[in-house]
């Protein structure tokens, strides 16, 4: 996008396109980054024709895209300003050429434009950096392994330092690794600097690193610097790194010669290497086979250093990997919850056990203490969008939806790059043309499908599920049952889900998913059942089970009201531990206490 920022004020709605923000009535809404681009777009040339083409060009520049991805953005931003195609007050459509945006909006002045944006979301801005992928020469493919852990070890230091806010090193990997142009990265990845740098091989157990930091905004060289490191050097290297960085780009840094947090550093030279290496190995955790060899090393690292924080909070993810998605693995969730606890006992302010460790207490029944723990975090880390990504997890399974979809909004709005749950909350609110759109965002496998089926849309969804017959396996209850759906086949949906119902796993959403497929199916007993299960894992929402469409058949039973009491009975405890951990501090514009006990069923 390379048109300049704007304020627009129309109707009840306010747009601030430089900060990405929409407001109604004062209220900020959470939406989609292409679908606010194209807002921008059409609000800025208001009263004029965009057409089709060059609105796709501009959306999505040198990638081919079909007319449908136009077509559904323009419906879910109607949808979010409660416009209509036949009776169009903000965006009209001129048919076969294109659309118009025809509301009256005004201009505001900068400074109260800086003043709304405060108001808004009165976070510190922070320093906005990327971390490239280091480049190592050709015959030192023994360095791979550092070209990544290494970069990745600066951004999680960084990440502890409120002053920061930190691009996923994902997002680099996206641009080419010899070729990158400053201006173009600091525009996408929307950022402020850039830090580079190359590998070399210099003897046997040595090597030559240059590191190179970048103005994004202007693509000037900011400095430079040119290391010799030996393979025992590499944590302190790191450390030597994070200091000229905090030195060089915050004002009044290290006057004291510290950094004003605590690093988590190995006890010996051969503990961060495992590291390094088995992080390297972690960076596919879609492939079985590297996080277990990763397990191994992390694991190796435990045994040489027993007091090293970050090699048992990455232990701990890798364990609930394998239990997850390997079915039949002797690995089970206690395993990963024990490593966890174990890095916050050895540092409570861990960065890495923070990130890693709210998937797996949710999934282990804790979900409202991993709220709880991360609310209080974001009283001091709120510029580190992946607090924020775990949020919308958890609120999302304590049944505080609005706080997710909040949490969501802030995340995004710190890192336009990162990628949440947040299709999962949309779900759960029944707004599946949401769900469906922030599921995209990653590989697909079953959401997207169960959401078509879930709008009557069933043809497109079997086909859909069809062409993913080979990722079955990921998750083998889920989509066997659905396929068996879709064809008409109950019987063998019914047996698909009540094996599932005998199968030791703990993952309360999951259980969720098949108690709304057992319902769909008729098979209402077991439907309560898995219905049960899913609370008593650890995932409730009054607001999901009074709006869930598949839930039909189970309503009126016995057993579902005596469900839906007890999570009324839970919700209401989350609700009143996100107050006293300072959650309407932290998301002002929300009522936590809205939907608590006005659920009808």
């Not at 955790?285 to 277990?292: E, L, M, N, Q, R």
């Not at 796993?505 to 108690?515: G, H, M, T, V």
Request: charged content about 20%; aromatic content about 8%; overall charge neutral.
């Amino acid at each position: 996008m390379n048109e300049p920022g704007g304020d627009y004020t129309f109707g009840p709605f306010n747009l601030v396109c430089d900060q990405h923000l929409l407001t109604r009535n004062g209220e900020p809404i959470a939406l989609p980054p292409k679908c606010f681009d194209l807002l921008c777009l059409l609000v800025r040339q208001r009263g004029r024709l965009f057409e089709k083409d060059r609105l796709m060009q501009a959306l999505w520049p040198n990638t081919f895209v079909e007319e449908a991805n136009l077509s559904n953005l323009v419906a879910l931003l109607r949808k979010t300003l409660g416009d209509s195609p036949t009776v169009s007050r903000y965006i009209q459509t001129v048919p076969k050429l294109g659309y118009r945006f025809v509301a009256a909006a005004s201009s505001a002045p900068t400074e109260d434009r800086d003043m709304q944006t405060s108001r808004h979301d009165p976070r510190k801005r922070a320093i906005r950096i990327l971390i490239f992928p280091f480049r190592y020469g050709r015959g030192s493919s023994n360095l791979e392994y550092l070209a990544y852990s290494l970069p990745e070890a600066i951004s999680t230091t960084l990440a502890e330092m409120n002053v920061f806010t930190i691009r996923s090193i994902q997002v680099a990997m996206r641009f080419d690794p010899m070729h990158w142009d400053p201006l173009q990265v600091g525009k996408e990845a929307d950022v402020d600097v850039i830090l580079g740098g190359s590998l070399d091989q210099h003897g046997e157990t040595g090597f030559h690193v240059v590191t190179h930091l970048v103005d994004a905004a202007k693509g000037t060289l900011l400095w430079s610097k040119f290391w010799e490191v030996n393979e025992t050097d590499l944590f302190r290297f790191q450390q030597a790194v994070v200091h000229l960085l905090v030195r060089s780009l915050v004002r009044g840094a290290c006057e004291d010669g510290t950094l004003g947090v605590t690093i988590d550093a190995p006890s010996n030279p051969e503990t961060y290497e495992l590291y390094l290496r088995a992080n390297q190995l972690a960076i596919d955790s879609s492939d079985p086979v590297k996080v277990a060899l990763a397990r191994d090393l992390y694991l190796a690292c435990t045994e040489k250093d027993s007091n090293y924080a970050p090699a048992w909070a990455q232990l701990g993810r890798c364990y609930r990997l394998l239990e997850k998605f390997q079915p039949g693995s002797p690995v089970d969730g206690q395993l990963a919850l024990s490593a966890i606890e174990r890095a916050f006992v050895l540092n409570p302010n861990s960065a890495i056990a923070h990130n890693v460790c709210t998937p797996i207490q949710a999934d282990m029944g804790q979900a409202e203490s991993a709220m709880v723990r991360l609310l209080r975090r974001a009283e001091s880390h709120d510029n580190d969008p992946q607090v924020f990504v775990a949020l919308v997890h958890a609120c999302r399974y304590c049944g505080q939806l609005d706080a997710s979809l909040e949490a969501h909004r802030i995340a995004i709005s710190l890192d336009p790059n990162v990628r949440t749950s947040v299709a999962h909350t949309y779900f759960a609110m029944a707004d599946y043309e949401k769900a469906i759109y922030w599921y995209g965002h990653g590989t697909a496998l079953y959401m997207d499908v169960v959401a078509l089926a879930s709008m009557g849309r069933e043809q497109e969804a079997s086909a859909l599920l069809w062409t993913r017959k080979k990722n079955f396996k990921a998750m083998p209850s889920q989509m066997n049952a659905l396929d068996a759906y879709l064809l008409k086949d109950h019987e063998r949906g019914v047996a698909v889900l009540r094996a599932a119902s005998q199968a030791q796993f703990r993952d309360p959403e999951s259980r969720f998913y098949l108690a709304r497929q057992a319902a769909r199916l008729g098979a209402v007993d077991l439907g309560n059942e898995l219905l049960l299960q899913s609370v008593e894992e650890g995932s409730w929402s009054t607001v999901r089970k009074a709006r869930d469409p598949w839930l039909k058949a189970l309503r009126g039973t016995a057993s579902f009201a005596r469900t839906c009491e007890i999570v009324k009975t839970l919700e209401a405890r989350s609700t009143c531990a996100f107050l006293k951990a300072g959650g309407a501090h932290i998301f002002p514009s929300i009522d936590a206490t809205r939907n608590v006990g006005s659920a009808t069923f």
